[in-house]
């Protein structure tokens, strides 16, 4: 019996929701035929069959989650026994670590951490046809329990008791076991690690409940990628120091420049158009070739230099955010930017991205001026450094020579990880994403 499990697609996958099986059970299924659609952080796949068989059992049903790596249906021969194929977990032995570690051990349902708006999405569980393993006491809740405190922190029963035991922040330990939760070898390690005197800690604010006892509202399931914004965006906020500045650029011949490229690639076979988010995304990627300190990450010991300069593209869709990445953007004209540009956007609205369509940037930027925004912060995109948000290009009287003259000004603000980037660093980069916009020519060489 051959076990179906739940890919990962990307690094900041944890888990996946069965949206709709595409097969039934006792189905007839090849090779690469599509067995199931899920929802992950980023974007809807299609899980596909690995071998040929008939679709004996499905585990996970529609509309639960499961984590990366579990077990979501089982495809085999028609007439074997779906015994072969998930034997009945081993009795507890004295740890629940060793018990939680062997193979065959069915994992324990999950679901999802409340969060903050009230909503709460499915649970998931594993839907074994197996034999279940034989009832335990109070520990096997616990491990459940460990599974949803904490924002998504997995660790055993035992390994959690003795962190607590010891004052350990178990968010700070790497956990080893399977699906990286935390056992009791990780606690022992820790514990032999000298440990920093702890700051003083205060009590927290209490939560500030979403909804009024008995208010009238209308509860939405957050989507696996709003989780994953909520999350990322929350953790960027509290661990980077974020600094910000703003520029003003003039964009009169930038927007000149644009007019006559498209007007010349009209008469091509396959004509292209360029937009202003083109021409920003060729000047801050040759801005980053002369400033590669803007294109690094922070590792809490080490500035990381990346040797690629991949900007990230912020494209806004119904179920929330995506950042598609445009590789070696240095190294691409306008017009190869322009359809790399198109190409993704279209990919995103259409949920056709794939995996290498939005992992690997180094740099993102987030244009909100097709709707009339004229300045804004953004939040960074981690693990990276830096993100640089596009206003809208108004006309605007400025004084050039003694007179004043309507130009076209456009504002962009950086976001910057105060802990890599200094504020006067900044600066300079966005000096010289300005020069390069206000003289745009020098891109096309």
């Known amino acids: 019996m051959n076990k179906v499990t739940m890919p990962k697609m990307g690094d900041t996958m944890e888990e996946g929701k069965i949206l709709n099986w595409l097969k039934k059970e006792g189905d007839t299924v090849n090779k690469g035929d599509a067995l199931a659609e899920v929802e992950t952080d980023k974007v809807n796949i299609e899980v596909e069959a690995f071998v040929s068989g008939v679709l004996r059992k499905i585990l996970i049903p529609e509309g639960q989650s499961a984590p990366v790596g579990a077990d979501i249906a089982l495809v085999g021969d028609a007439n074997e026994p779906l015994e072969q194929a998930a034997p009945k977990a081993p009795a507890q032995a004295a ?12 994992p324990a349902p999950m679901r999802e951490a409340p969060r903050v708006s009230g909503a709460e999405a499915p649970a998931g569980g594993n839907g074994r046809a197996a034999p279940a393993p034989a009832p335990q006491p109070q520990p096997v ?37 399977p699906n990286g ?102 000047a801050v990627a040759l801005a980053l070739v002369r400033m590669p300190e803007i294109n690094v990450s922070f590792d809490g010991e080490n500035l990381l230099f990346k040797q690629h300069i991949n900007i990230g593209l912020a494209v806004a869709l119904e179920q929330g955010l995506i ?34 369509d939005f ?60 802990r890599a980037i200094d504020g006067a660093t900044a600066a300079r980069f966005l000096q010289e994403v300005k020069r390069l916009l206000e003289e745009p020519m020098g891109m096309l060489v």
């Open 141 to 177: 809740a616990q491990a459940r329990a460990s599974a949803i405190e904490g924002e998504r922190i997995f660790i055993s029963p035992i390994a959690r008791r003795i962190a607590a035991e010891h004052n350990l922040d178990i968010s700070q330990i790497q956990g080893t076991g």
């Open 95 to 106: 740890t629940p670590d060793r018990a939680s570690a062997q193979p065959g051990a069915a």
């Open 181 to 282: 939760r935390i056992i009791r070898d990780d606690v022992e390690t820790a514990l032999r690690q000298p440990q920093a005197t702890p700051a003083p800690t205060f009590a927290p604010a209490p939560a500030i409940a979403a909804a009024q006892p008995g208010e009238d509202v209308t509860v939405v399931p957050l989507t696996q990628m709003r989780k994953t914004i909520a999350r990322r965006l929350s953790a960027s906020m509290q661990q980077a120091p974020h600094f910000y500045v703003t520029m003003a650029i003039d964009m009169t011949k930038a927007t000149a420049l644009r007019n006559q490229i498209n007007d010349f690639t009209q008469t091509e076979k396959e004509p292209i158009k360029i937009s202003f988010n083109d021409l920003v995304t060729k």
């Open 323 to 356: 950042v598609p990445v445009v590789r070696d953007a240095d190294r691409k004209g306008i017009l190869e930017i322009a359809r790399e540009s198109r190409r993704l956007i279209d990919a995103a609205h259409n949920n056709k991205l794939k995996p290498e």
């Open 359 to 418: 992992q690997g940037g180094t740099f993102s930027i987030s244009n909100m001026g097709m709707y009339g925004v004229e300045e804004f912060t953004a939040v960074i995109n981690p693990p990276e450094s830096a993100i640089l948000a596009v206003g809208a290009i108004t006309p605007t009287p400025v004084v050039i020579d003694g007179q004043v003259v309507v130009r076209d000004r456009m504002k962009v603000t950086v976001s910057i990880d105060h």
